[in-house]
């Protein structure tokens, strides 16, 4: 998950222009072809403000800027394009913040596990949830230290969730399951039973 730095661009998309309109009434743009509009404000009360430009003409953004939420479009976009890129961009923020915060959760549970459960010093440099992982519950690259979970198992019982974590957090100093690796997986109390109950989730997938 790339963290929404100041002054970065969060978001590109490219216009359609076969679709821009013209308006009949165009804000003027100042000397440098730049206007700003404050049109609305964040769910935690960021300002939201429109940037029309003259010289941008083919693409819209979004990025944070000073404390503020800045929708970037060409000034040739009608009030209304204008208002379905705001809410479009609003909500990917949005959505971007929410997937941030629970990522960040993630990231807590798997500290505290490699800290009191399996009482090792390796650390993921990251932790997140992936929606695209079906077949495997998790999984661990070693070389980068990233840990991604499917995010399936967002929905099972607790203690499923934290063996998966113990489990692709141990690959940070096992790479194979061999003895050495279960060894480090049996410090989880319920390990057998979680690995249990994914294999009836998963006889239920084939089966089902
Ligand atoms: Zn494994």
Sequence with gaps: MTRA???AD???????VTRATYPGRVRTAGTSGVTRTVVGHLEDGTEVVVRRSRRRTRTVSAFLERGQFVVAIPDRLTEG???????????RAATATRARRSDERLERRAEELARTVLRISERPTAVSWV???????????????????SRDLAEMPAHVLDAVLVHELAHL???????????????YPRMDEAMAFLDGVSWQRQHG
């Design 10 to 16: 969060l978001w590109t998309a490219p216009v359609d």
């Design 131 to 149: 929606d695209n992982q079906h077949k495997r519950w998790g999984s661990c690259t070693q070389q980068t230290g990233q840990i991604r979970i």
């Design 5 to 7: 730095a100041d002054g």
């Design 173 to 187: 100093r096992e790479y194979s399951h061999g003895p050495a690796f279960q060894d480090l997986v049996q410090r």
């Design 81 to 91: 394009q204008e208002r379905e890129w705001v809410r479009t961009m609003t909500e």
